[in-house]
């Protein structure tokens, strides 16, 4: 089993839709989960970042982590072409300055 | 966010030659930089971690021979792949930290060995 898993997708819906993406852990001992989104060769870019349980909303964007089922999702309100991109959820033990351990990325495109 | 930069974002060599990737954090000191390697349509599998000053700790399956990893400066780390073949041929991508919950990612390396 590996220490992330991300359904790869690819995902597509239309401008306006409400994307749910989703990630599941094995490693209990994960404090720090974040979400990043990489644009086609390009470096990966912070979106989200949760320190443990619970829900953090930044804009369109809603991040849910629940520790307990080992489960992490973002949400994208209202979703729009600029958002087509891969996004990348990773978690740490102890937060930035400790490595990341990524999930495959799920490959997203909004049709308008 | 803070910025950080890779160079050369584009590299072609022959196989056996050897070529150096540079990662600067321009405008926060980095007290941690991190190499990935990411292949098409995989996700970023870390490489090695490297403090200022000191050795660099390599993944598990790394060469440390193979992939010559310097953190001389706070805001420099570079990456050399010593005889290099084709199936070195991905992206390659720096993040640093310094200190915080974020790692700020580079815009990647792109090497293809002939």
């Known amino acids: 089993q590996k220490e992330v898993e991300q359904d790869p997708g690819p995902l597509s819906v239309p401008e306006g839709a409400i994307v749910s993406l989703n990630c599941t852990y094995s490693?209990?001992?994960?404090?720090?989960f974040m979400w990043y989104r990489q644009y086609s060769r390009k470096g990966p870019e912070l979106l989200m970042y949760t320190y443990s349980s619970g829900n953090k909303e930044d804009g369109r964007f809603t991040a849910q982590v629940d520790k307990s089922s080992k489960y992490i999702s973002l949400f994208i309100r209202d979703s729009q072409p600029s958002d087509s991109a891969t996004y990348l959820c990773a978690m740490s033990l102890q937060g930035g300055s400790e490595k990341l351990v990524f999930g495959k990325g799920t490959k997203l495109t909004v049709n308008p | 966010g803070a910025v950080v930069s890779q160079h050369p974002s584009r590299v072609i060599c022959k196989s056996g030659t050897s070529v150096k990737i540079e990662c600067r954090s321009l405008?926060?000191?980095?007290?941690?930089m991190f190499w990935y390697r990411q292949f098409p349509k995989q996700s970023l599998m870390l490489m090695a971690t490297?403090?200022?000053?000191?050795?660099?700790?390599?993944e598990q399956g790394v060469e440390k021979d193979k992939f010559l990893i310097n953190h001389a400066s706070l805001t420099l780390s570079t990456l050399t792949v010593t005889s290099a073949h084709p199936e070195d041929s991905s992206f390659y991508i720096c993040?640093?930290?310094?200190?915080?919950?974020?790692?700020?990612f580079g815009p990647g390396t792109r090497l293809t060995v002939l």
């Open positions: 490297s403090n200022e000053g000191s050795k660099a700790t390599y």
């Open positions: 405008d926060f000191q980095a007290t941690t």
């Open positions: 490693n209990s001992a994960f404090q720090y």
């Open positions: 993040s640093a930290s310094g200190g915080a919950y974020e790692q700020f």
